[in-house]
């Protein structure tokens, strides 16, 4: 998603946190996914992201399912990786958004 290009571009060390996020899932925290209120899978842009080798490998050896709101070209195709992987940051993005935010409302109240 867009936005989630945008984050990495101004910070490209959040992809740390998004894969650990992503990573460290709960079941809970999996349905935010299901929405995808803050980085929409509508806008895909293709954007090139550097990964430490064991950030790469933490993603691609964790089986997920995309959620409906992700529409993956078919395993076959060229592109089929490099679409799974996003999806992957991109729920990890919005699972780690979600988690900062009732952090933030809960230390205010």
């Known amino acids: 998603p867009i936005h989630v290009a945008e984050c990495l571009h ?3 060390q959040l992809i ?8 460290l899932r709960d079941p809970l925290l999996l349905r935010v996914c ?9 806008l895909m842009v293709p954007y090139r ?3 430490s080798r064991c950030l790469y490998a933490m993603l691609t050896q964790q089986v997920f399912h995309a959620p409906k709101t ?9 592109d089929h990786k490099a679409a799974e ?8 993005f919005e699972m780690m958004f979600h988690q ?9 109240s």
Do not use: I, Q
């Not at 740390?16 to 990573?23: D, S």
């Not at 992987?85 to 990890?92: F, P, Q, S």
């Not at 900062?100 to 205010?108: K, M, T």
């Open 10 to 12: 101004r910070d490209p």
């Open 16 to 23: 740390a946190r998004a894969v650990e996020t992503f990573y």
């Open 34 to 42: 299901n929405r995808m209120e803050t980085f929409s899978p509508r």
């Open 49 to 51: 992201v550097r990964f």
């Open 70 to 78: 992700f529409r993956l070209p078919p395993v076959s195709h060229r």
């Open 85 to 92: 992987l996003g999806m992957k940051v991109a729920c990890g």
């Open 100 to 108: 900062a935010r009732h952090r933030s409302w809960g230390e205010g």
